[in-house]
C-alpha cells in the first residue's frame, strides 16, 4: 500500500509543552521540529507552523487509557485539536497515542539523555513517534489513520 504524497505534521499535546514533527513529502519519515510552551500554542504558533511547511494535514496524538477510554489528557487533546482546525484550512487528524510518551521516554533514556533535562526533547520524540505510527497506519490499511477534526465543531 501507499501513503498519500504531502508534508504532515504531529503534534504531541501536553499540560506544560506540545511537541512538534513533521514528515517528508513521500510520508517516509517523520522528524522533529520544536516545542511550544502550552501558553504559546496558540493560532499564531500554528499559522506559523502551516505556512512554514504547508502540510497536507496535521496529526494530533489522543492519550487514550489503556483500555481505551477517555481521561483528562483525552479532553485536553480534544479541544487543543477542535482550536487547531479552527485556526487552520488544514485538515487535522485525531490519531490513538497510547504509550507514545513512555516510548520516548525509553527511546531517549536508551540513548543515554537524562529524562529531567530532556522533558522539551521527550515532547518533540512524542510527536514524531505519533506521526510515524499514523504513516505507518496508513501505509498498511491504505486509509488516512484517526477521525478527521470538524473545523465547525470538533471531532
Request: charged share 25%; net charge neutral; with cysteine.
Amino acid at each position: 500500500m501507499s501513503v498519500r504524497p504531502g508534508v504532515r505534521l504531529g503534534v504531541d499535546v501536553g499540560k506544560a509543552r506540545v511537541g512538534i514533527a513533521v514528515c517528508d513529502r513521500d510520508g517516509l519519515i517523520a522528524t522533529p521540529v520544536a516545542t511550544l510552551a502550552r501558553p504559546d500554542a496558540d493560532e499564531r504558533s500554528f499559522r506559523m507552523l502551516v505556512a512554514e511547511y504547508r502540510p497536507i494535514e496535521l496529526v494530533v496524538g489522543l492519550p487514550l487509557s489503556l483500555g481505551g477510554g477517555d481521561t483528562a489528557s483525552t479532553t485536553d487533546a480534544r479541544d487543543l485539536a477542535d482550536s487547531i482546525a479552527a485556526w487552520v484550512d488544514v485538515p487535522v487528524r485525531l490519531v490513538d497515542e497510547r504509550l507514545s510518551t513512555v516510548s520516548a521516554q525509553r527511546a531517549l533514556q536508551a540513548a543515554g539523555r537524562r529524562s529531567k533535562g530532556s522533558r522539551p526533547v521527550i515532547d518533540q520524540v512524542a510527536a514524531v513517534i505519533i506521526l510515524q505510527n499514523a504513516l505507518d497506519h496508513e501505509r498498511s490499511a491504505g486509509r488516512p489513520p484517526g477521525s478527521l477534526v470538524d473545523p465547525d465543531g470538533g471531532a
